[in-house]
């Protein structure tokens, strides 16, 4: 079936940099996007990858290859309010959409 | 500006009860959706709505039912509440330029059914 695998958990250090993938099982999609949600709050638009290669929006970077199956988000100069729960999706050209179920980034002072 | 509202914020209610949740946006988007968040933070897509029709039905229990009274409001109707229907409940628009997909969400109503 269709889905998006993503690490539960990632734990790294404040100024550093740290990656969180997103493999997925699945084609026909238009893109791969990324948001974040902090506890309690709603999910908020991030980044978003039409084609393969890597999009770059100040300290966060997404990068998507089709050809293998995978895409990732990378954040860098890593802030304490980056501890967040961040999220990939993607939509199919039938209009479904899916998300991965999030991966929660703990971040160390 | 809020760009996407909903309300109630929280929802408290018996099992059995029948309650709506509003959304409303303002950023002139085409399409609006329903998401259910559950306790482990799985966000699942319920219902969209493009212009006005439903696009997508995720198979969610017919006791949801979206209700559009024009493009910038998308309510969410809940019949004979159930205790598993206790999660967060989050509106989505979202205006596609060249596929790309881009969805701004609402605060999120929290329902709990006791």
């Known amino acids: 079936g269709q889905s998006l695998e993503q690490p539960s958990e990632v734990t790294a250090v404040e100024g550093a940099i740290v990656q969180i993938n997103c493999t997925y099982q699945?084609?026909?999609?238009?893109?791969l996007s990324w948001y974040q949600q902090h506890d309690g709050g709603a999910p908020t638009f991030l980044s978003y990858?039409?084609?393969?290669g890597l999009e770059e929006t100040g300290r966060f970077s997404s990068f998507l290859s089709r050809s293998d199956s995978y895409g990732y988000l990378l954040l860098q100069e890593l802030q304490m309010k980056d501890s967040a729960s961040y999220f990939c999706?993607?939509?199919?050209?039938?209009?479904?959409?899916?998300f991965g179920k999030g991966t929660r980034l703990h971040i160390l002072p | 500006d809020t760009a996407v509202s909903q309300t109630p914020k929280y929802l408290v209610t018996q099992m059995g009860n029948d309650k709506s949740i509003k959304c409303e946006q303002n950023?002139?988007?085409?399409?609006m959706y329903w998401y259910k968040q559950d306790s482990k933070k799985f966000l699942k897509i319920m219902f969209s709505?493009?212009?006005?029709?439903?696009?997508i039905n995720e198979t969610v229990p017919n006791r949801f039912s979206p209700k559009s009274p024009d493009k910038a409001h998308l309510n969410l109707h809940i019949n004979s509440l159930e205790l598993g229907d206790s999660a967060v409940y989050f509106c989505?628009?979202?205006?596609?330029?060249?596929?790309?997909?881009?969805?701004?969400f609402g605060p999120g109503t929290r329902l709990l059914v006791l």
């Open positions: 989505a628009s979202s205006q596609d330029e060249w596929r790309r997909e881009t969805q701004y």
């Open positions: 699945t084609s026909g999609f238009y893109g």
């Open positions: 990858n039409g084609l393969d």
């Open positions: 999706a993607v939509k199919f050209r039938d209009d479904k959409i899916i």
């Open positions: 950023l002139g988007h085409d399409t």
């Open positions: 709505y493009n212009n006005k029709e439903l696009i």
